[in-house]
């Protein structure tokens, strides 16, 4: 990754989407921002991702909201994606977009949108002198999001005038920001009525709660400090005693998905090749981590390009060290 001087956050966030951010040669960050607060919009887990191998602090930035205009989408912050965050380790500084362009080619789309790096380095600041983990910064971080959600709906309306452009309804926004803290204070309750218990234990555990839908499975995480992270897993197989935990990545044009598909799915490997225990109602399985990769071509390596086959042996170094399988169409990969 890239390195920027703190002073030169601007142009960082203009220029990569993840970097290393050096406030002194002892004080780096490894930081990645969100274009959106949806996480199927441009790859937010494949910036993550980039960030993870970094032996410092990992922070990612995520607007509160993004309204593209009436003609636009607008998208709001989950509380499952801080969920996300705090498992991976995770800073995440809630932001909100405060400047942009009018969209040439629409009458009520904004482009270009633009952080309040005041409010961005202010946080980083903040950060650079606090001592618990992620998990406690994001809750304090979520604290803020009613206040946070009020200045991105103040921008928009500055926003909207400014350059002549419609915006989404204010009033439906501010209804939306609430769930938010809702997410939160019903995070919390679990988490304190299981502190004690959960206090010295050092792994991650899961109780599944499989409620399956076809092959869709739903999966409730609990870390050792008694939080529940709920997730799904796109596909769940069971091999006797074993449950197969499977993200899909899907590509119709190339012989393998983009390389931000794969790295989107490797999100969801890191958590589910490291649980500890496993249930079904009281019932314990053996779990196992698969990365399922499909195409609507016939999987050769031979067809690959140099950079597919790249990113194939670099994926198979993974899959080895980390414990989970590939499969790609209906091949599981050899990893030896």
Known sequence: MPTYQLANLEKALESDSSFILEKSPNNK???????????????????????????GKKVTIIPVIK????EGCRDFLQWDTISLMSLLGVFVIISYYHGAKRNENYDNIITEQRFDINHIKEQLEKLCSYQSDALHWNLEQAENVPNLGKKAISAYQKISKKLDVRMHS????????????????A???????????????E?????????????????????????????????????????????????????????EDIKDGLVKMILFANLKDAKINSTKYETKAQLKLTSEK????????????QILQLLKEEAKTNNFEIKINDQILELA
């Open 298 to 309: 016939a999987f050769q390596v031979d067809r690959l390009n140099d950079s597919q086959k």
């Open 203 to 259: 792994s991650i555990t899961i109780q599944p709660k499989e409620k399956l839908s076809g092959s869709k499975g739903m999966i409730t995480i609990k870390n050792y400090l008694g939080g529940h992270y709920y997730f799904t897993s796109d596909e769940i197989e069971f091999k006797n005693d074993k449950i197969i935990l499977i993200e899909a990545k899907h590509s119709q044009s190339n012989h393998l998905p983009s390389s």
């Open 170 to 185: 204010s009033d439906i926004a501010l209804k939306k920001i609430q769930t938010i803290t809702e997410g939160k204070d």
């Open 187 to 201: 995070f919390m309750k679990v988490s304190r009525n299981l502190a004690k218990q959960a206090q010295h234990r």
């Open 29 to 55: 960050t490894a930081l990645s921002w969100w274009v959106s607060a949806k996480r199927t919009r441009s790859y937010p887990f494949a910036r993550v991702y980039d960030t993870l191998n970094f032996s």
């Open 67 to 70: 309204d593209e205009g009436f």
